[in-house]
């Protein structure tokens, strides 16, 4: 009870000091917790909505995927016969069925040519109106489709692109481009979390997405009262037999679950590893201000030992505070992450995910683990300085504020980050000269956990040499105020290197990614500069094919010299040695494409593979197979006939554009597989005549603006700059969730200088005694700031090119073999640093000006 008396009193004694460190443990409970609860409310979102719009049992044809998803090869979806609808009917158990059509394989635009997809990535989804619809969606203005000319849109959809009745809008298919008006708009009974719908009525949708009447994607079966859904679905399936894909709502919604899980998982652990460095850095913070707390009551804990205390009660009493400082931050922290949630769910609605506080789930779990981990963390950094409190002994009453540092524990120190420091180099360059990426992804990970480890325990001895060096540079030139501050960040060296290394962090993670993003921007458009030999390259964006109608356009577009096709096929693909392997891609494009990409060969001429009954291999599918040139392979084609193709060329697997691809000729592909059946081009390379480049790119995006809004033609500079910007968006979502970090480390530069400032009390009153000015005073607090965050930026950004650097050597492995340092982003970064700094004393620096001389020195 009196180790628990003291603790609470020494807490709120000191509750103002304590206030950052609960602020940096508030920050990482609440970001995962906000992590939790985002993704559980977007789960259940998902479930209610997959769950509402499901039939009791739903018939599929037996290709079409588990999720309802419609692209296809042929870029028309599976189809079943309308006679199965009646077979459906007779089915013991079957209230209704209802044959339904609809597909994603859709373009829809408006009146100006503008897309109507979702900017979200949600599917955009075209259908015909139906009773299973009618149950989920109320028609809220307008009527439902009923003749050719009407299509009726969701409410989301229609407020986002000021779609009102009468509003014309295209939809763009592979049978071809439908005009219709808008008839009504339709709401959604429960949240809609972004997908695109329009509905046309059954005639129009068959001709519209399939190109004839008398089919259907799906049939909705109700059971009757008293059957369940699995009974239902045994009964269906007796009378229809085993030629069609029969599946329950649990199983529709469960499979269309899965495919959604799979990615929030991965946002939600990647999410989570970000508020795990964030936790790693306050850890520092927290253990900065224990240690700065057990010095400045070095005496009070000395008197307390001569009074009776046991090394263990002080200890105790330590932990005691390190446990309240938890609970309050991770209390806080719970219920800031419910904000932080409802702030992702706004932040989603304004990039078209819509998500609402009605679906808010917060499991039982996530304060829990909140509480748990922030208790601990908090706990676990307060250990050695209470270790260190409990080793005050009572002599130490006698002497002045600040216990003697232990000069053993320090050269012990030292030596173990000297030694984890070389371990960690040493694991980097074993990843660096490995000759197989997996292997040295491996050794990669344990150099950076070694290295970082390292520094941080090599903090102090690295702040001793890098601190004068930045004070030569820097602080010299403001004078005895520089070099004073020089002197106050060399006096602790521990506190210094752990402040310093809570920056490094983050920063290091910055650099890392800025070096690797950088690497592969460069050896992608190096790759391009030396495979690519055509013009333009003209694709959809999105999961659409290009239509043959399409192809006939760009053909006729004058200035090109040549069209190449380009399209993806299927294959059971049987090797020489024996093995069959299902479901292979192969690619199908004409002769030209071996001038259009420049592949290297290690053996044959890759524009063999494209004479009759001829492919190519790559070459690690080469030696993992025993295939040589002249080798036969058994290929039989999805939807087509077998062959026995012969390989005419072995690809060099270095190459990063196509990589691993295997080749044969669109006359080969055609000869086994029926024109009706034939996969549609994924992309159409374009090469201009000698001198007509401008004038035929023009002319090409001219020609597909119109009619196939969805076909982007890019030429090489496109492509680059389209490249850039993805691997930037990448990155910049990566350092705004590495900003949470930065912001508790530079909490943790807020902390040590605040927490110094009230250790040099006296000091500082005595400065201002002998002349030292107030703006002086902040100017000096400023620069030992500043020289703190660039001691850190400087520690960070030399680590993080090093793993960066070691990354890309394992990245040459797959191809990408050009290293690019970005050095104005890594120059920007430690400039920025210093701002940091200059930010991070702002309030420590203003109250020290404001300290009344006389009581200052007067200050125990």
Same mark, same amino acid.
């Given at each position: 009870?009196?180790?628990?008396?003291?603790?609470?009193?020494?807490?709120?004694?000191?509750?103002?000091?304590?206030?950052?460190?609960?602020?940096?443990?508030?920050?990482?409970?609440?970001?995962?917790?906000?992590?939790?609860?985002?993704?559980?409310?977007?789960?259940?979102?998902?479930?209610?909505?997959?769950?509402?719009?499901?039939?009791?049992?739903?018939?599929?044809?037996?290709?079409?995927?588990?999720?309802?998803?419609?692209?296809?090869?042929?870029?028309?979806?599976?189809?079943?016969?309308?006679?199965?609808?009646?077979?459906?009917?007779?089915?013991?158990?079957?209230?209704?069925?209802?044959?339904?059509?609809?597909?994603?394989?859709?373009?829809?635009?408006?009146?100006?040519?503008?897309?109507?997809?979702?900017?979200?990535?949600?599917?955009?989804?075209?259908?015909?109106?139906?009773?299973?619809?009618?149950?989920?969606?109320?028609?809220?203005?307008?009527?439902?489709?009923?003749?050719?000319?009407?299509?009726?849109?969701?409410?989301?959809?229609?407020?986002?692109?000021?779609?009102?009745?009468?509003?014309?809008?295209?939809?763009?298919?592979?049978?071809?481009?439908?005009?219709?008006?808008?008839?009504?708009?339709?709401?959604?009974?429960?949240?809609?979390?972004?997908?695109?719908?329009?509905?046309?009525?059954?005639?129009?949708?068959?001709?519209?997405?399939?190109?004839?009447?008398?089919?259907?994607?799906?049939?909705?079966?109700?059971?009757?009262?008293?059957?369940?859904?699995?009974?239902?679905?045994?009964?269906?399936?007796?009378?229809?037999?085993?030629?069609?894909?029969?599946?329950?709502?649990?199983?529709?919604?469960?499979?269309?679950?899965?495919?959604?899980?799979?990615?929030?998982?991965?946002?939600?652990?990647?999410?989570?590893?970000?508020?795990?460095?964030?936790?790693?850095?306050?850890?520092?913070?927290?253990?900065?201000?224990?240690?700065?707390?057990?010095?400045?009551?070095?005496?009070?804990?000395?008197?307390?030992?001569?009074?009776?205390?046991?090394?263990?009660?002080?200890?105790?009493?330590?932990? %005691?505070?390190? &446990?309240?400082?938890? !609970?309050?931050?991770?209390? *806080?922290?719970? @219920?800031?992450? +419910?904000? =932080?949630?409802?702030?992702?769910?706004?932040?989603?609605?304004?990039?078209?995910?819509?998500?609402?506080?009605?679906?808010?789930?917060?499991?039982?779990?996530?304060?829990?683990?909140?509480?748990?981990?922030?208790?601990?963390?908090?706990?676990?950094?307060?250990?050695?300085?209470?270790?260190?409190?409990?080793?005050?002994?009572?002599?130490?009453?006698?002497?002045?504020?600040?216990?003697?540092?232990?000069?053993?524990?320090?050269?012990?120190?030292?030596?173990?980050?000297?030694?984890?420091?070389?371990?960690?180099?040493?694991?980097?360059?074993?990843?660096?000269?490995?000759?197989?990426?997996?292997?040295?992804?491996?050794?990669?990970?344990?150099?950076? %956990?070694?290295? &970082?480890?390292?520094? !941080?325990?090599?903090?102090? *001895?690295?702040? @001793?040499?890098? +601190?004068? =060096?930045?004070?030569?540079?820097?602080?010299?030139?403001?004078?005895?105020?520089?070099?004073?501050?020089?002197?106050?960040?060399?006096?602790?060296?521990?506190?210094?290197?752990?402040?310093?290394?809570?920056?490094?962090?983050?920063?290091?993670?910055?650099?890392?990614?800025?070096?690797?993003?950088?690497?592969?921007?460069?050896?992608?458009?190096?790759?391009?500069?030396?495979?690519?030999?055509?013009?333009?390259?003209?694709?959809?964006?999105?999961?659409?094919?290009?239509?043959?109608?399409?192809?006939?356009?760009?053909?006729?577009?004058?200035?090109?010299?040549?069209?190449?096709?380009?399209?993806?096929?299927?294959?059971?693909?049987?090797?020489?040695?024996?093995?069959? &392997?299902?479901?292979?891609?192969?690619?199908?494009?004409?002769?030209?494409?071996?001038?259009?990409?420049?592949?290297?060969?290690?053996?044959?001429?890759?524009?063999?593979?494209?004479?009759?009954?001829?492919?190519?291999?790559?070459?690690?599918?080469?030696?993992?197979?025993?295939?040589?040139?002249?080798?036969?392979?058994?290929?039989?084609?999805?939807?087509?006939?077998?062959?026995?193709?012969?390989?005419?060329?072995?690809?060099?697997?270095?190459?990063?554009?196509?990589?691993?691809?295997?080749?044969?000729?669109?006359?080969?592909?055609?000869?086994?597989?029926?024109?009706?059946?034939?996969?549609?081009?994924?992309?159409?390379?374009?090469?201009?005549?000698?001198?007509?480049?401008?004038?035929?790119?023009?002319?090409?995006?001219?020609?597909?603006?119109?009619?196939?809004?969805?076909?982007?033609?890019?030429?090489?500079?496109?492509?680059?700059?389209?490249?850039?910007?993805?691997?930037?968006?990448?990155?910049?979502?990566?350092?705004?969730?590495?900003?949470?970090?930065?912001?508790?480390?530079?909490?943790?530069?807020?902390?040590?200088?605040?927490?110094?400032?009230?250790?040099?009390?006296?000091?500082?009153?005595?400065?201002?005694?002998?002349?030292?000015?107030?703006?002086?005073?902040?100017?000096?607090?400023?620069?030992?700031?500043?020289?703190?965050?660039?001691?850190?930026?400087?520690?960070?950004?030399?680590?993080?090119?090093?793993?960066?650097?070691?990354?890309?050597?394992?990245?040459?492995?797959?191809?990408?073999?050009?290293?690019?340092?970005?050095?104005?982003?890594?120059?920007?970064?430690?400039?920025?640093?210093?701002?940091?700094?200059?930010?991070?004393?702002?309030?420590?620096?203003?109250?020290?000006?404001?300290?009344?001389?006389?009581?200052?020195?007067?200050?125990?």
């Amino acid at each position: 009870m009196t180790v628990l008396k003291t603790s609470m009193r020494n807490f709120f004694a000191h509750k103002g000091r304590m206030a950052l460190s609960a602020v940096a443990v508030l920050l990482s409970v609440a970001f995962v917790c906000g992590t939790l609860v985002f993704t559980d409310t977007m789960n259940t979102t998902f479930d209610k909505l997959f769950q509402a719009t499901s039939a009791d049992v739903t018939v599929t044809a037996k290709g079409s995927s588990d999720t309802g998803q419609t692209t296809s090869r042929t870029g028309k979806p599976p189809v079943l016969p309308a006679s199965v609808v009646g077979e459906v009917r007779g089915a013991e158990g079957v209230r209704k069925a209802e044959g339904t059509v609809f597909s994603t394989s859709v373009t829809v635009v408006d009146a100006q040519k503008d897309k109507l997809s979702p900017s979200s990535g949600a599917p955009t989804i075209v259908g015909s109106w139906n009773g299973n619809d009618a149950r989920t969606m109320k028609i809220t203005s307008g009527t439902a489709p009923k003749g050719p000319d009407q299509v009726m849109v969701d409410k989301d959809t229609a407020d986002k692109h000021h779609l009102k009745i009468g509003s014309g809008i295209d939809m763009i298919s592979v049978v071809g481009t439908h005009h219709a008006r808008v008839s009504g708009i339709a709401a959604f009974k429960v949240t809609n979390p972004g997908a695109a719908i329009f509905y046309l009525d059954t005639k129009t949708a068959q001709q519209t997405l399939v190109g004839r009447t008398g089919v259907y994607t799906n049939i909705n079966v109700t059971a009757a009262q008293g059957v369940t859904n699995d009974q239902l679905k045994k009964n269906v399936t007796a009378t229809l037999g085993q030629g069609y894909k029969v599946q329950t709502a649990k199983e529709v919604a469960d499979a269309n679950q899965k495919s959604v899980k799979s990615f929030l998982n991965v946002m939600k652990y990647a999410m989570l590893g970000f508020a795990g460095i964030a936790f790693l850095v306050g850890i520092f913070l927290i253990i900065n201000t224990f240690s700065m707390l057990v010095a400045q009551r070095t005496r009070e804990i000395g008197l307390m030992r001569a009074i009776g205390s046991s090394r263990k009660q002080v200890n105790r009493s330590v932990l %005691v505070e390190a &446990l309240l400082l938890g !609970v309050i931050g991770s209390v *806080l922290g719970v @219920g800031a992450g +419910v904000g =932080i949630a409802v702030g992702l769910m706004k932040l989603m609605g304004q990039m078209g995910m819509h998500l609402s506080t009605d679906d808010l789930t917060i499991a039982w779990t996530t304060p829990t683990v909140g509480v748990v981990l922030g208790v601990v963390v908090t706990v676990l950094a307060a250990y050695l300085p209470a270790r260190r409190a409990g080793k005050v002994s009572p002599m130490a009453a006698l002497r002045d504020v600040g216990a003697p540092a232990d000069a053993k524990a320090g050269v012990v120190r030292a030596v173990i980050g000297l030694l984890l420091t070389g371990a960690g180099g040493l694991s980097l360059y074993v990843a660096a000269t490995a000759d197989k990426a997996k292997a040295g992804s491996g050794w990669l990970g344990l150099g950076v %956990v070694a290295t &970082l480890i390292g520094f !941080v325990v090599i903090g102090p *001895l690295l702040a @001793g040499g890098l +601190v004068r =060096i930045l004070g030569a540079l820097i602080l010299r030139i403001f004078g005895p105020v520089g070099r004073m501050a020089e002197r106050n960040a060399l006096r602790n060296p521990r506190r210094t290197g752990a402040t310093g290394a809570a920056l490094m962090i983050g920063l290091a993670l910055v650099a890392c990614l800025s070096v690797v993003g950088s690497s592969m921007v460069a050896s992608a458009t190096d790759q391009l500069d030396k495979t690519v030999g055509t013009d333009f390259i003209v694709q959809p964006d999105n999961q659409q094919l290009i239509t043959p109608q399409a192809v006939k356009l760009i053909k006729g577009t004058p200035g090109l010299a040549r069209v190449t096709e380009y399209r993806p096929a299927q294959a059971d693909l049987t090797t020489p040695d024996g093995r069959t &392997l299902k479901d292979t891609d192969i690619t199908a494009a004409d002769p030209t494409y071996a001038t259009d990409l420049r592949k290297k060969t290690v053996a044959g001429n890759l524009k063999d593979a494209y004479l009759p009954d001829s492919m190519s291999v790559p070459e690690k599918f080469a030696k993992a197979h025993g295939i040589h040139l002249g080798s036969t392979n058994t290929v039989a084609f999805k939807d087509g006939s077998t062959a026995r193709l012969t390989v005419r060329a072995i690809t060099s697997s270095d190459d990063v554009i196509d990589q691993g691809a295997k080749y044969t000729s669109l006359a080969t592909l055609a000869k086994y597989v029926p024109a009706g059946r034939m996969p549609l081009d994924q992309m159409v390379f374009a090469t201009a005549k000698d001198g007509q480049q401008a004038a035929a790119y023009k002319a090409l995006k001219s020609a597909l603006h119109d009619g196939y809004p969805q076909l982007t033609v890019r030429d090489q500079t496109d492509y680059k700059k389209a490249l850039k910007d993805q691997i930037g968006q990448l990155l910049n979502m990566i350092y705004g969730l590495l900003a949470l970090a930065i912001i508790v480390a530079v909490l943790g530069v807020v902390n040590t200088l605040a927490l110094s400032v009230v250790e040099r009390t006296r000091e500082i009153g005595l400065m201002r005694a002998i002349g030292l000015s107030r703006r002086q005073l902040r100017r000096m607090i400023r620069l030992e700031s500043v020289v703190i965050a660039l001691f850190g930026a400087l520690l960070g950004l030399g680590l993080g090119m090093g793993w960066g650097a070691t990354a890309q050597k394992l990245l040459a492995l797959q191809g990408l073999k050009v290293l690019d340092i970005p050095w104005p982003t890594i120059i920007t970064v430690f400039v920025a640093s210093a701002f940091v700094g200059l930010f991070a004393a702002l309030v420590p620096a203003f109250r020290a000006g404001r300290m009344n001389v006389l009581n200052a020195i007067a200050t125990d």
